[in-house]
């Protein structure tokens, strides 16, 4: 056995030495380069049709054994197409091919163990016409439809290698551009009829990649590795699960890529996803330059994770969709123009491209977290527009330092912010509008409660603990002040405007809206509402504070000031309860149980009133109107109120108002000579007290105002004196001060009283006075007016109720002083039943008159006029009857109570005619018989004119003065 | 002597001895009164002036009054009854004052009340 495997040993040796051998001569001598490449020239210029050369040819086996080798080197493929890159199809410097022929031989495989390529450049070109320069195979006479198949039972390439091989691939009907530098690749390949498969390892420094013109990956480092299948009827290929790394950046990536030929179609289907989370900057720099515009001015740092999908048909008709999700984690933001950097920002955005439609490119954003300043941002979103001016849609909420909203307000507004802000926001804007503050054009809703606010714009400083605040722009509920609504609500809120202006408010529920603030060209118009529980404003010494305060105002900015004008013209209404005002102007606190008042711009209407100041309370209601004329000193302010009070102190509400809308010169003091006052007539001193006070002079009636007042007032102070039940109208205006019909109860008696007052200078003061007292008793009237006693001395004299009229004016110094040349009056007393009082004067004048004894000192019936001169007083003559006695009694007197009387007896038993005169003055009385003025049963005088006017006077002044006298009998 | 006459004859000689006692009323040219009169009393602080329309205004400077705040007035002028009508704002009542003019040249007037109290006055302006 040993020598039979020995021989077959030998056999098997020597067989294959010749073997070798046979090899070793047919690849050194008999196929040596210089005779096979010729031939290789020849047969490659046969089967191709493009231009072929190839430098030289080399038939290997022992350094690619057991296989044979084909080594082409210098090989070049010329294949010139208009348009094409280069007229150059292939370029290699080496090429090799292992086959294994005995699987040809023996099983009709083509099995390529090797194929190598080397320091090649592979240009593959399709025209727009679908004429590829790879097409280089001579055409069969007959148009072959039948799909593609090997012409041999099996393809098997083991290894196909790429060294140094630039590849470009230039599709002009799909608009396709690849290109590949340096390419050094491995793959395999399994053939079967028209499916081939295999794997693939490339690697290039630089690739390029360009869709339409457009390009999409420039010179990006690439690798990938990857199983793949090729469906060469279908032109289908397939890489289902490729590793990619693309710039350095990792990726899964599934591609699914048909060429329909016959319907003109690409179907695309291509996924890719990174490995885990990149950093963002290499991902952003591989942004096609296209589109790198719309990056511009922007600054992304961080992580992001990427998913994406290219899916759809490319024909002419239609292009595919492209999704991108990023999912960021702790990156960063900023927008050139945007005072804002985001940071530690993460979330997850949808980037949705319909190539077909840029409309319908839009990006959702979920989950969106960032940081920026001290204010922290949660939300989700849409933005879409892409392609033109992106409009965003975004519902927010998160934390917001106040102070972070500066950098957002016009350079124009001064306004600090500070407060922590926690809520929830909604904004839809276009990019332009943010750019451009146009924060008319943006819609947004937000709710935050924000805690330790606070708000400084100029001097004026807001400040707040905790409050509500919702806000939404534009404001839906009005047409006016359609660009925001803000509404607040807040336990307290404090104001400040320097150091001298501050307010707080406790219950704050307020409603604001505003017309377009941002436009400066534009009148703004401001809208406020709501209710305060509480409100306590000071402004240096004046301090306000009310209860429940319920607002409602508009206020309409003016641009074309004219005059004192106001700027703002406000319109509304005000409702406040439990006010306190506490001004230094007035020495008492004014409270306010309740006010409601509606306003415009040249009117103040009080709807219902309650006041009381110092020992005065009052209702007020009425109206204020013509403030535009009164500001602009065109016209005066106009005011006409019901005045009810139970009591009112008129001495204080005089001091008030007293000298308002005078310049400081008409209030300034003048020395006033007060050694003389020839009339001794003065208003009771007491009086001054109440109508002026020694700093402010004597009452000076305001200025600038046309006020009517109808009172009804119980119980009135007026100097020492107190009226009940006063009832009339006064007036003020422009200086002088009416009283019109005023009908009071003084010392039990009715009284009517119209009067003038006005001021035109601090030392002359008119006075004038229309005074009716119907039923009074005569005492009364004198204690109530002493004046009356030093005009008519004689009524002391009588006793019992009597009617007066009296009329009478005069200028005033400053201190009230008569200026008696200036004194006119009219007097009308009359009374039936009356008592002669002065009993030892009427038992002079009764002696000398031979009054019988027995006569009671009764006036019957009394009826005098009388007129006031200067210090004159002319008595008309007037008749009293004393039982069986008539007498008439005429004559004058001085106001310094001398005085020159005359009685003359018309009507007694006595048969003849007696006079009597009275002359001197108290405290000298001269009374002597005198011839009787006035005749027996006494008529007009005949003799002279004058007695005839004197009886007409007399008439008149009685019709004069009891002339619309209110309630007379 | 029927107690009829005597009435009669008494009354007769009365009427007769009244008329007879009955001064000729003086006749004032009214033409003179036109101006500005300042009184001589007192202080000679009071100031008349008598205007074409028979008004006038009345003024006291030692009031601090003055010639344009005077107290308006009408005035007439009858033989040598000289009335003044002081008109009051008030109700627009009038105040009427009665003399007798006494002397009325184009520099002097004097008057006098019923009660005999004369009032001199100086003329100082047309």
Known sequence: ?969 | MSRLKFISLITIVLSLFLVSCEQDEEVFDEGLLLGKWQSQEGGKTEYYRYDADYTGVMWDTADDVSEEEGMPFEWSLVSDDLTHYHIMVTGGHKVPKFYVVTELTATSLSYKDDFNTLYHFLKVAN
């Open chain 1, 1 to 969: 056995m040993k020598t039979t495997f020995r021989i077959i040993a030998w056999v098997l040796s020597s067989l294959i030495i010749v073997a070798m051998i046979a090899i070793a001569v047919l690849v050194w001598w008999v196929f040596t380069p210089e005779k096979i490449t010729p031939v290789v020239q020849k047969e490659l210029n046969k089967m191709l049709t493009c231009e072929t050369q190839v430098d030289r040819v080399e038939l290997t086996f022992f350094s690619t054994f057991p296989d044979f080798a084909l080594h082409l080197h210098g090989l070049t493929m010329v294949q010139p197409m208009e348009g094409a890159p280069s007229d150059t199809l292939l370029r290699s410097g080496s090429t090799c091919a292992t086959v294994d022929v005995m699987e040809f031989l023996q099983h009709d495989a083509v099995v390529v163990r090797e194929l190598l390529l080397e320091d090649a450049m592979l240009m593959l070109f399709v025209d727009a016409s679908g004429q590829a320069n790879y097409s280089v195979m001579p055409p069969s006479e007959e148009e072959d439809t039948s799909a593609f198949a090997l012409p041999f039972a099996r393809l098997e390439i083991e290894k196909i290698e790429f060294n140094k091989v630039q590849i470009a691939y230039h599709d002009m009907p799909m608009k396709l551009a690849v290109d590949l530098n340096e390419v050094n690749a491995r793959m395999t390949l399994q053939g079967k009829n028209d499916l081939f498969s295999g794997r693939l390892n490339l690697q290039t420094t630089s690739m390029d990649l360009s869709y339409d013109s457009i390009c999409y990956v420039a010179s990006e480092p690439a690798r990938i590795s990857t199983d793949y299948t090729f469906d060469f009827n279908r032109f289908l290929i397939g890489l289902p699960d490729a590793d990619l790394v693309l710039n350095g950046l990792p990726f899964d990536l599934s591609v699914m890529v048909e060429n329909n030929t016959k319907a003109g179609d690409l179907l695309m289907d291509i996924t890719f996803a990174s490995l885990g989370s990149l950093q963002v900057q290499p991902v952003l720099d591989m942004i096609p330059s296209y589109f790198q515009h719309y990056m511009e001015g922007i600054s992304l740092d961080g992580k992001a994770a990427l998913k994406g999908k290219l899916k759809g048909v490319v024909n002419e008709n239609s292009l595919p969709h492209f999704s991108l999700n990023i999912d960021l984690d702790n990156s960063s933001f900023a927008y050139e123009g945007l005072p804002y950097t985001l940071r530690e920002m993460s979330g997850v955005a949808d980037i949705v491209l319909d190539m077909n439609d840029e409309n319908s490119w839009h990006i959702l954003v979920e989950d969106f977290d960032a940081r920026t300043f001290d204010s922290h941002i949660m939300g989700y979103g849409k933005v879409d527009d892409l392609m033109g001016d992106m409009r965003f849609d975004l519902k927010t909420k998160g934390m917001l330092n106040l102070a972070d909203a500066t950098p957002m307000l016009p350079d124009s507004m001064q306004l600090d912010l500070k407060g922590i802000a926690r809520g929830n926001m909604n904004l839809q804007f276009r990019l332009s509008q943010l750019m451009n503050f146009e924060f008319d054009k943006i819609k947004t809703y937000g709710k935050f409660h924000v805690n330790d606010f606070r708000a400084s714009y100029d001097t004026l400083v807001a400040t707040a603990g905790s409050a509500d605040l919702t806000f939404r722009l534009p404001n839906p509920s009005s047409a006016k002040t359609g660009f925001a609504e803000l509404l607040l609500q807040a336990d307290r809120l404090d104001l400040q405007q320097g150091e001298l202006t501050s307010a707080s408010m406790l219950d704050v529920d307020l409603k604001v809206t505003t017309s377009n603030l941002m436009d400066s060209s534009l009148a703004m118009v401001v809208g406020m509402e709501g209710t305060v529980n509480e409100l306590i404003a000071v402004y240096n010494d004046e301090r306000i504070q009310t209860g429940a305060l319920k607002l409602y105002a508009e206020l309409d900015e003016v641009k074309k000031l004219t005059g004192n004008s106001m700027s703002w013209l406000p319109r509304g209404s005000v409702q406040l309860a439990n006010g306190r005002l506490r001004l230094t102007s007035v020495p008492d606190e004014l409270r306010i149980p309740v006010i409601a008042f509606d306003f415009t711009p040249d009117e103040l209407v009080i709807k219902d009133s309650r006041l009381n100041v110092g020992f005065s309370d009052f209702q007020l209601k009425g109206s204020l109107s013509n403030l535009d004329a009164y500001l602009n000193d065109t016209g005066l302010l106009k005011g006409r109120f019901d005045f009810v009070s139970s009591t009112t102190d008129v001495n204080y509400l005089m001091n008030l108002f007293n000298g308002l809308g005078y310049e400081e010169e008409e209030l300034a003091v003048e020395p006033v000579d007060v050694s003389e006052n020839p009339s001794g007539l003065q208003l009771q001193p007491d009086a001054l007290a109440g109508m002026s006070s020694p700093m402010s002079g004597p009452f000076m009636v305001p200025k600038g105002v046309d006020f009517e007042l109808n009172v009804r007032v119980d119980e009135a102070f007026v100097s020492t004196d107190v009226l009940s039940d006063v009832r009339g109208s006064i007036a003020v205006k422009d200086g002088l001060l009416g009283l019109e019909s005023v009908l009071f109860t003084a010392s039990a008696a009715r009284m009517q009283l119209n009067a003038l007052y006005h001021s035109p200078r601090r030392n002359h003061l008119f006075l004038g006075l229309d005074f009716h007292l119907t039923h009074i008793e005569i005492e009364e009237l004198l204690m109530m007016i002493p004046d009356i006693d030093t005009i008519m001395p004689m009524l002391r004299s009588f006793g019992g109720r009597g009617e007066f009229h009296f009329a009478a004016e005069t200028y005033l110094d400053s201190t009230y002083r008569f200026k008696p040349s200036t004194i006119r009056g009219v007097a009308s007393v009359s009374g039936e039943e009356l008592v002669l009082m002065d009993g030892e004067t009427f038992s002079e004048i009764a002696k000398i008159l031979m009054f019988n004894k027995k006569t009671v000192n009764k006036v019957d019936s009394l009826a005098a006029e009388f007129t006031l001169f200067k210090t004159e007083v002319d008595i008309y003559p007037f008749q009293i009857v004393m039982d069986k006695y008539k007498a008439v009694i005429s004559g004058k007197h001085n106001l310094d109570m001398n005085f020159n009387y005359h009685i003359s007896l018309t009507d007694s038993p006595v048969p003849f005619a007696v006079g009597v005169d009275v002359s001197g003055n108290l405290d000298d009385l001269k009374i002597r018989l005198a011839k009787p003025r006035y005749a027996r049963l006494y008529r007009p005088a005949q003799r002279r004119e004058i007695d005839r006017k004197q009886l007409e006077i007399k008439q008149m002044i009685r019709n004069a003065l009891t002339q619309g006298l209110v309630g007379s009998d």
